[in-house]
């Protein structure tokens, strides 16, 4: 009943800003699903929507997720919310300790690698030489992580691969653009064989940015961390 | 059949150090299910064990959950297993957009709350100020979450509840050490009346660690970190 509610006649809208990897996390998680949505775009550069400050007063932050008018913010939490209520094509495994594993690692994403990868290549100079290393260091758990798996989520994609998705695409694109090279095919077989598998999964492909636009959007915004943070 | 085998004839074991708020949620669950545990202290602040690196190589921190030998790792992934595994007194609610404000509450202290209020008691001099002013904000952003309820879990303690201990017992004890006054009666009443609803269940009564206990160990970790950031 409940998937049935969830697919006909729900208002399900997402706020969220072109090149950010948490707001993709939420559309990849409905498009998988097959739930339509809205889409809003918000200017969180410069002018944040009152919409978006109502919505999430606390952290004033995209992505917001609205359903049928009810607001949930931050992109884990919306991710849980989605599986809990449109039960097909489930993206956490069904048993309890395979749940905890996903729930490990997308945190780990969160927590350690998205906050290494940034200062790694817009951090305070003398900063980003040990932010690499925490960084390379990230990967390298990751790549273990998948452990001979196609996917972190096994045979198809799941929380942690919808999660990762700045590491499958954004992360190719950045390290050419700042000069710093942390996933090859060389250093992390791999990984860099899932980045190939999960950008070429037609779910994932229909959803992501041109690959030009957010080379050129992260050239600007790491040029002026550069700039800003030079002694 | 699952809450069943959950509660006879497991193995289940704690890794945590005694005055952590952060292992104590994961006692607090396992009390509020019922599920008897085996606790293992570790000497966190010295010498970690051999186990507790083997079973969180990625963190290298308590708390550590063992059942029948599978180990998982960070607090919160770990009340959502114990929720998952043991389906007697949940932990948190049932309805998908209930849970969803669960989950944002718990991590809302775990990235906002936690750290704000160390930094306010323990943080460099230079930064206490901004701190405590942050730590404050945070609070009356948990005040207003209560929203007239008497648990954050409703009429009964849940997930939130409980990942808050921290603010249910150190709080109260810190803020006194440190001469720091965020929370009180005339400031926030609700969430001062939540303090002392919390301590006064008889599961976390029975759980908590002695208080002057935990003030001569605050104590003396505060007075170590004022006189290291001393300028």
Redesign the interface.
Request: glycine share 0%.
């Given at each position: 009943m409940k998937a049935v509610l969830g697919t006909m006649g729900d208002e399900v809208k997402v706020f969220g800003f072109w090149a950010s990897p948490f707001s993709r996390r939420v559309e990849l998680a409905l498009r998988f699903k097959g739930v339509p949505y809205e889409y809003i775009e918000e200017d969180i550069l410069g002018n944040k929507s009152p919409l978006l400050l109502h919505y999430n007063p606390?952290h004033k932050k995209i992505p917001v997720f609205l359903?049928n008018g009810?607001p949930?913010?931050?992109s884990?939490?919306?991710l849980?919310?989605i599986d809990?209520?449109w039960k097909s094509n489930p993206i956490l495994p069904h048993d309890?300790?395979d749940?905890?594993?996903a729930?490990?690692w997308a945190?780990?994403i969160d927590d350690?690698c998205f906050p290494a990868f940034m200062k790694a290549v817009m951090g305070p100079e003398n900063e980003r030489e040990k932010a690499v290393e925490e960084a390379g260091d990230c990967l390298k758990?990751l790549e273990s992580a998948l452990n001979g798996k196609r996917f972190f989520g096994g045979d198809a994609i799941g929380m942690v691969d919808i999660a990762a998705n700045f590491i499958g695409f954004w992360v190719r694109i950045i390290q050419e653009i700042a000069g710093v090279e942390l996933l090859s095919a060389d250093k992390l077989p791999a990984l860099f064989k899932w980045t190939d598998e999960f950008v070429s999964c037609s779910v994932v492909k229909e959803s992501l940015p041109p690959q030009d636009k957010i080379s050129a959007a992260f050239k600007a915004r790491i040029d002026q961390a550069q700039t800003n943070t030079r002694p």
């Open positions: 606390v359903h009810k949930i913010a931050e884990l939490v919306i849980e919310y809990d209520t309890p300790y749940r905890a594993m729930r490990f945190n780990f350690k758990t």
